[in-house]
């Protein structure tokens, strides 16, 4: 089985920038799409950036033009650049990953937290 660990988290001031970093152990071979989320009290959970095997990638539009999501296959390593950072990006941060046969996204991570100060 895959196993994800995040780290990078922090709290920085508004406008500052974070590098979150999320290490895959296991069949690691066995992952195509690979992303990022959050989750913050009181709100739902959202899907903040997806990454394909091939470095295809899709942002929510809340980050678009501020993180990039990127991936190193070689070192089974997951990242999410952070910049122009906002109090509403303040949450939980988790890794995701889906094995070529799943239908969902079903490898999780336990999260890292963010938080933004104004």
């Known amino acids: 089985q895959v196993q994800l660990v995040e780290s990078g988290g922090g709290s920085v001031q508004a406008g500052g920038s974070l590098r979150l970093s999320c290490a895959a152990s296991?069949?690691?071979?066995?992952?195509?799409?690979m992303a990022w989320f959050r989750q913050a009290p009181g709100k739902e959970r959202e899907g903040v950036a997806t990454?394909?095997?091939?470095?295809?990638?899709t942002y929510a539009d809340s980050v678009k033009g501020r993180f990039a999501i990127s991936r190193d296959n070689a070192r089974n390593s997951l990242y999410l650049q952070m910049n122009s950072l906002k109090p509403e990006d303040t949450a939980m941060y988790h890794c995701?990953?889906?094995?070529?046969?799943?239908?969902?996204?079903?490898?999780w991570g336990q999260g890292t937290q963010v938080t933004v100060s104004s």
């Open positions: 296991g069949n690691t071979d066995s992952i195509y799409y």
């Open positions: 995701a990953a889906r094995e070529v046969w799943a239908s969902t996204y079903n490898i």
């Open positions: 990454i394909t095997g091939h470095g295809t990638t």
